[in-house]
């Protein structure tokens, strides 16, 4: 992560911005990119007054919103064999345990898993496509993905935002101590959501990897 912020620091502010939504855009569409280490990366630099924080959320919101929402067309057309084609392509990211736990998420909580899932590494790359896949109605699944989508940016964006102007007030003389209480924040809260992932994926994998129905409710 800290040689993606140190890429990061050396493009203009708006080619930053255009990066963190395009790598969370293009994961959020069903392919496996980094993007909550881009938004991370981009909040910590924020704290630096290198970028503004409220367009680096800006950014991620609109493309965690925008590429969910690419991700339900593609998934609503291509159905559960372009999700098996992901698999086969992506194994290690998408394989059928992968989206196995994706399903029984939807079976446990509707539509709103894909709120959840922005949260949780798997979710958010597959939230999308599953959704058009299982034929979510696309009004509750864009209020779902939107809801989702701006806590996660705002929220991860300024948090780490305040911990990395609270310790550059603190360490003022050591400029340097600032910038790496700043990383090691961004570190934990990625290791947080990464402990979260793995939790779900424990008490809901299925025993068979086989398709969970979505409840009639959210049809």
Known sequence: MVDVQHWLSALPPGVV?????????VE?????????????SAALLAATGLVEPEWVATAAAAGAIVG?????????????PLLERLGRRFPKHLGPAHLARAEASFARHGVWAVFFGRFVALLRILAGPLAGALQVPYRRFLLANATGGLFWAFGTTYL??????????WLKDISWAGLVLAVLAGLASTWWLRRRARRLAATEMPAEAEPVPVPAGDR
């Not at 911005?17 to 855009?25: F, H, Q, R």
């Open 17 to 25: 911005y255009l990066i963190v939504a395009g790598v969370i855009g």
């Open 160 to 169: 780490l935002f305040t911990v990395g102007r609270a310790a550059e007030h």
């Open 28 to 40: 959020s569409m069903g392919v496996p990119l980094p993007g909550e280490i881009v938004l991370v």
């Open 68 to 80: 969910d929402s690419i991700g339900y067309a593609v998934g609503r057309r291509g159905g559960r």
